[in-house]
């Protein structure tokens, strides 16, 4: 069985036919790597495909696939596993050749261990700054496909500029605002207006740390620094040198680790957990979170000055119930961008169905109505989206933000709730023909137009049901 321990050292896979060779370098390497055996070339691509392998061992004579053939596969599929090429002496040549084939060296077969031991130590340190490097390259993929809407409200043009501005100098950037507003899209956005796709992006999400890797993860450690840490990590910090570090969910930082940030931010150093060394790191930070920061102070649970700190130039997005007018042209991108994801053709959203979505209070923020927008484009067989194919709850909520009054009004508000989901569950039945509808519910058609004003129920878009009494 397979420790917990083996589990974090790098690993090392020999692929050799000869066993005496291929024991002895498992008992120069066992020691202080996992190392795994292979006794050709066929076995060793379906271990590399399986398996977490950091480097490999791989002799240039095998039976079966070649040693070089072996290598190219390798270096195809796995940009990032460092290969040394095991060889005897009179093979020089061929060792050259994989060479320019991306090994990282060769060894012949009359090794000395120490030999061996440094050039993999050598190798696998490489094979480190490589996955780094692929990492930041796979953040900024990511970057490079943020689409935003900007919306037509006052305070999202505010936002813009000012994100433009604050691109050009290097202050530190304190986004908030509730979830689903956009914060996280902000910060990239700030990257993106630096106008450099070469400088790292490095997110720390903090909610998504265990609690005890968080320092680790923020500072990187050293080989042995505690239990379990059996190789050298490099933080975020070191990570995002000349870039930025977007620290998303700062309210979540433990009160320990606050100071330790703080120190980090002021003096831009930092150490290793266990090192002795200290580091100089030039970073742009930007922190974000959904949390009240200044309440948090108050309540004790977020360290005053490293809130001053980090709120040198705060962005408050607005939560989107207060600037519905942004919400069509939201809806708009939002369609396109489901309509070609699951190849449908729709149009758009009917304007009856529009106007219950301005209506709706949106805690979830924007997040939510994407989500929304992803699954009525999913689940629609027509062109355009009509107020039928809206859920109920959306109707239902947008009336409660209206009714929010206590007192005096709550019984009023809590009957008119009532009677307006009965009307629509009614309409729904009848498939929105108001004659139906007042002959089921028992009153004058009149008044059930009346009443359908009165408590905000807008007919669906015409020509999509029944024909109404018109
Ligand atoms: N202006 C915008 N234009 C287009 N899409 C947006 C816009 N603002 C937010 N979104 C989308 O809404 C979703 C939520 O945005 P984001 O993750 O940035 O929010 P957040 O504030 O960080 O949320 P949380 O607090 O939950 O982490 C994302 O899918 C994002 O792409
Ligand atoms: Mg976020």
Redesign the pocket.
Known sequence: MESKRDKDRPTILIVEDNEITRDTLEAILGRTYRVIKAEDGETALEIVKNTEVNLVLLDIMLPGIDGLEVLRIIKDQHEDIEVIIITVVKEVDTAVKAIKLGAYDYITKEFDYDLVLNLVARALEKQRDKRKLLYLRSEMKQLVQ??????TSEK?KEIYSLVQTIAKIPATVL?T????????????MIYQQMGDPSIPFVTVNLPSIPPDLVESTLFGHEKGAFTGATQQHIGKFELAHKGILFL??IAELRYDLQAKLLRALQSGEIERIGGSKIICVDIRFIA???RDLKEAVRGGTFREDLYFRLNVIPIH?PPLRERTE?IPA?VD??IRKYSHKFGKKIEGLASSALEVLTRYPWP????E??NLIERLVAVSRREVISIEDIPLEYYLSSFDTVSQDKGENLLKNACMAFERNFILKIMDKVKWNRKKGAEVLGIPLSTLKFRMKQLNIPMPLKGKFDPDEE
């Open positions: 943020t689409d935003f809407v900007l919306g999202m986004i605002g509730e979830s689903g507003t956009g914060k996280e899209l902000i910060a990239r998303d969910e974000a979170t959904n997005l942004d939201l991108f939002f979830g923020n924007i997040r109505l994407e």
